[in-house]
């Protein structure tokens, strides 16, 4: 299971990927920031199309650990998450560093992009809004809170806020 | 056998900022044949609220992405997603 | 203090970085791997000129944090240290994961290449060698126990293995 | 003031491999002023089992990398820094 909704514990996913062989142990945790364009954000509310999301998930792993000879273990979480949670955790680990940071990349960017997973941003003016839709897009680039790496549609999309 | 059915039935799922718009994040539509996923987009634009939905929004079914052109079949499940944000 | 004889706690060098504003943190962690080139090893022994490497991996981390607004934690482990061991440590939190990446990688290339350690491989078949004198260089790339990414002597070198 | 004096003292370290090629991990030398880097590292390939000792080796005057031209005064302390191997 790549979802859950219980925090994420970094140390066991270091525990699946760690082994004798592996030298060099990159990783990456995406945690809720407290703003987001100038504009203090409380909390992130995710939630995701859960049986395609494990199935990306899986397949993003798959090809990381065949390209780069590698283990990588990977968790995002969903549900309510507050200023600081960790809301998606990466861990590759290889017999050299320059696998194990390539792998740890591909697997965050392929996340973004490629897992059916949405958040939405609770502002401390009261506002709430979907990332990824109409306001989100003219923020720039940011972390969490942004969607400048969300698949994009091909299409109009909503001008509004949606409350 | 029963005799050749004329419609087919899929079931729509909804997601995030979607399935605020059609108050909904699942319902069953019935299609007539040949049905495509575009046909099933371009009924959900007709309900009630959905005006704001793309005309081409990103489509998975039965876990996997496709295109508008692809053909439905009944009992398929077909997921309407809104850009993702994931990460 | 960078340098440490006690085992390395990724969760303290968490804690040091995390911050509201940030929401990407990278890290990396170098572990003692079981081999070398196709050879077995035992276990490595790490030291340092303390004073010159506590001094270099400050500057290091400051040099970090100037060039991508980012907080950086790094430990370095001396002694002994045996198979899965973890020998060095970094995060990097930033508000943003490329600087957070790119960070995490400056460090660790900058403190093989310029903090005084030196650590020698026991090897299964009870040799023992220093990383980066002959035998070392000739290996080719490697995360532990390679010589890749030490300053090189600007002259000759040892031609045999310090026993 | 004490008459002006025609030699320089200065501390070496030596470490990893250097330290055991030498048998010893710290010692005082005496050198002729005016002393350079270069002088003391002559020197120390002079004593016995330091000829694989590099001609330049990476050294570093107080705490800081130096070339071999640095001159030497007084208490400095001169370490010989073996090819690095950290992370």
Redesign the interface.
């Known amino acids: 299971m790549y979802l859950t909704a219980d925090p994420i514990d970094l140390g066991s996913l270091l525990a699946q990927v760690q082994s004798p062989r592996h030298g060099g142990i990159a990783s990456f945790l995406g945690a809720v920031r407290d703003h987001q364009a100038g504009r203090s954000v409380i909390r992130l509310e995710y939630s995701a199309y859960q049986p395609m999301a494990e199935a990306e998930c899986a397949r993003i792993v798959r090809e990381a650990e065949a390209q780069w000879d590698c283990a990588v273990a990977l968790k995002h979480r969903i549900g309510t998450l507050h200023i600081g949670d960790v809301a998606v955790a990466i861990v590759a680990a290889s017999a050299h560093r320059d696998e194990a940071f390539a792998a740890c990349r591909y697997v965050i960017e392929e996340v973004k992009r490629r897992v059916p997973i949405w958040k939405r941003e609770v502002f401390a003016d009261g506002k709430v809004e979907w990332v990824g839709s109409g306001e989100g897009r003219k923020r720039g680039s940011g972390e969490l809170g942004s969607s400048e790496d969300g698949v994009e549609v091909a299409g109009s999309s909503p001008e509004k806020s949606v409350k | 056998m029963t005799a050749v059915a004329s419609t087919v039935t899929i079931r729509v ?1 909804l ?3 979607y399935a ?2 059609l108050g909904s994040d699942s319902l069953e539509i019935v299609l007539d044949i040949p049905a495509r996923v575009r046909d099933a987009v371009e009924r959900l634009r007709a309900l009630p609220g959905a005006e ?1 939905l ?5 489509c ?1 079914l039965n ?1 996997t992405q496709v295109t508008p052109d692809t053909p439905l079949r009944p009992g398929d499940e077909l ?1 309407i ?7």
């Not at chain 2, 793309?54 to 990103?58: I, R």
């Not at chain 2, 997603?81 to 990460?87: D, H, V, W």
Request: glycine share 10%; net charge positive.
């Open positions: 799922l997601f995030a900022s605020e718009l704001r793309p005309a081409k929004p990103l998975a876990l997921a997603l809104p850009p993702l944000s994931g990460g």
